[in-house]
Nanobody
Framework: QVQLVESGGGSVQAGGSLRLSCEYS????????MGWFRQAPGKEPEGVAA????????YIQDSVKGRFTISQDNAANTLYLQMNSLKLEDTAVYYC?????????????????WGQGTQVTVSS
């Protein structure tokens, strides 16, 4: 069974940086989509970054472009989300997710596997 475990969330001041990690196990879908979603209080979940597993092909949501990057360490079975120049509006629970294939990138319904989430709080 595929398992995803996030870590690295916390509290940071605006303008600061955080790196989220997602350790995954038993994910065997070659070139499947993996990504990060977030959900702020009272808002719909939003995909922020995704990649094609095993490649350097990445996708970044416009709202975080230039500030967030996604990467993968295949040897360590870990997905990362580097978040720089954090803003108050980046406050949310961040989830790591993985598809069993390559459905629409930003449609969360295409993601079969989810982590438990990690809280990111940005303060002024």
């Amino acid at each position: 069974q595929v398992q995803l475990v996030e870590s690295g969330g916390g509290s940071v001041q605006a303008g600061g940086s955080l790196r989220l990690s997602c350790e995954y196990s038993n994910y065997t879908y070659t070139r499947g989509y993996m990504g990060w979603f977030r959900q702020a209080p009272g808002k719909e979940p939003e995909g922020v970054a995704a990649l094609v597993s095993g490649t350097t092909i990445t996708y970044i949501q416009d709202s975080v472009k230039g500030r967030f990057t996604i990467s993968q360490d295949n040897a360590a079975n870990t997905l990362y989300l580097q978040m720089n120049s954090l803003k108050l509006e980046d406050t949310a629970v961040y989830y790591c997710a993985a598809q069993a294939g390559r459905g629409a990138i930003w449609d969360r319904n295409n993601y079969k596997y989810w982590g438990q989430g990690t809280q990111v709080t940005v303060s002024s």
